[in-house]
């Protein structure tokens, strides 16, 4: 899987929106970007996951950009419940038995501050 | 939907003793499961993976006969730490895969924090 970089630490402010940036610029045509989260003392949530287009679901909008080296995660209206480590994951999907595992980074830390 | 659950969330062990911890899909079949663990400020380490009814797939220098992972159902698998030392005290987390999506998202279990004396 592509390794991907992160910036180890962030600060957004209580209802703005949160760009978190991750960098893979040695991502394969066939994977996709992941991104997971996890509030202190918490198992990972799952966030969204894209190949190519942006995607938005209820959680977040992902933006990849058109040469696939980098992506952006979108929260648009940060609360305090957002602070937590975000991990970007590029990895093969649709693949089958231990091409399903994912393998974490060091993430971003975000913290909204009120 | 998609929910893990993990038993226990947190147990307090002395040196020596195993202890086992359940991992289960609550309303979906999980065909593969995978063990983490994560010490203090630190990412997930993934410790091995696992498909119903077959032997798990360690990573490299994950002792399997100390960290024994049995997936007997599509909903339930288990990791039991054999002779645990203080060293093997970290945070434990599950993470299932729902065999009936086409995607590969990972569901992850809430955690269990193991403590050795």
């Known amino acids: 899987d592509a390794k991907t970089t992160q910036p180890p630490s962030m600060d957004c402010a209580e209802g703005r929106a949160a760009n978190l940036p991750c960098n893979h610029s040695?991502?394969?045509?066939?994977?996709?970007v992941y991104w997971y989260r996890q509030i202190h003392s918490q198992g990972p949530q799952y966030i969204i996951h894209?190949?190519?287009n942006n995607e938005t679901n209820e959680m977040a909008s992902l933006i990849i950009t058109e040469d696939r080296k980098s992506s952006t995660l979108i929260l648009p209206h940060a609360t305090l419940r957002d602070t937590a480590v975000y991990y970007c994951?590029?990895?093969?999907?649709?693949?089958?038995?231990?091409?399903?595992?994912?393998?974490f980074g060091k993430g971003t830390l975000l913290t909204v501050n009120p | 939907g998609a929910v893990v659950s993990q038993h226990p969330s947190w147990v307090i062990c002395k040196s020596g003793t195993s202890v086992k911890i359940e991992c289960r899909s609550l309303?979906?079949?999980?065909?593969?499961m995978f063990w983490y663990r994560q010490f203090p400020k630190q990412s997930l380490m993934l410790m091995a993976t696992?498909?119903?009814?077959?032997?798990?797939?360690?990573e490299q220098g994950v002792e399997k006969d100390k960290f024994l992972i049995n997936h007997a159902s599509l909903t339930l698998s288990t990791l039991t730490v054999t002779s645990a030392h203080p060293e093997d005290s970290s945070f434990y987390i599950c993470?299932?895969?729902?065999?009936?999506?086409?995607?590969?998202?990972?569901?992850f279990g809430p955690g269990t924090r193991l403590t050795v004396l």
């Open positions: 993470s299932a895969r729902d065999g009936g999506r086409a995607s590969n998202e990972q569901f």
């Open positions: 040695t991502i394969s045509g066939n994977e996709y």
């Open positions: 894209g190949l190519k």
């Open positions: 994951i590029v990895r093969v999907a649709h693949s089958g038995g231990s091409n399903y595992k994912l393998t």
């Open positions: 309303d979906f079949q999980a065909t593969t």
């Open positions: 696992s498909n119903e009814g077959s032997k798990a797939t360690y």
